[in-house]
């Protein structure tokens, strides 16, 4: 059995071949039978030798998470305290009632969107948050169990790897 490094044009290697016989082809290299020619090896016709490349670093995929998440993600932002001072408070501020009724509609929250930075300093200015609580709930970015399942379907779909 003869044993052949099968070449493309551009001198790659793009197989190795086992022959019951000689072959007279130009892209075929005869090896010795310990040889260890592999795909994706280069020949060099000059020194008749083959190489083998550096394997490229592979370069992880950056994913966009976004800044939507769920609406029970969102309350879950807020400490307890904060979401019965919040409960308290909209019983008597109809702006704050509004905005628990709208929060309870949605699907999910849009962090980007102006209407919750108005919200949020709707609370600033009720005392139910602080300018730095503010500012830690709208800036963390979102952890994959607070978004939205068909934000997680596409970015699984994308080719997305979860790290357990």
């Known amino acids: 059995m003869l044993k052949y490094a099968v070449l493309d044009a551009t001198y790659k290697v793009i197989g190795v071949s086992t022959l019951s016989g000689p072959v007279e082809l130009e892209n075929h ?5 310990e040889s260890e020619i592999q795909a994706g090896d280069l020949y060099d016709r000059v020194s008749a030798e083959f190489s083998r490349p550096e394997p490229l670093p592979v370069q992880p995929i950056q994913f966009d998470l976004g800044w939507c998440i769920t609406t029970s993600a969102f309350r879950q932002r807020f400490t307890f305290a904060e979401r019965v001072d919040l409960k308290t408070k909209a019983n008597t501020n109809i702006a704050l ?3 628990i009724e709208d929060l309870s509609d949605a699907t999910y929250a849009d962090l980007t969107l102006a209407e919750y930075a108005e919200a949020m300093g709707l609370l600033v200015y009720t005392g139910v948050l602080t300018v730095e ?13 607070e978004l939205p399942l068909h934000i997680q379907n596409r970015l699984l779909n994308q080719g997305y790897q979860i790290d357990v």
Do not use: E, G, N
């Open 29 to 33: 290299i005869l090896l010795s039978p």
């Open 97 to 99: 009632a509004v905005l």
């Open 133 to 145: 609580r503010v500012a830690a709930i709208m800036t963390t970015p979102p952890a994959w169990h």
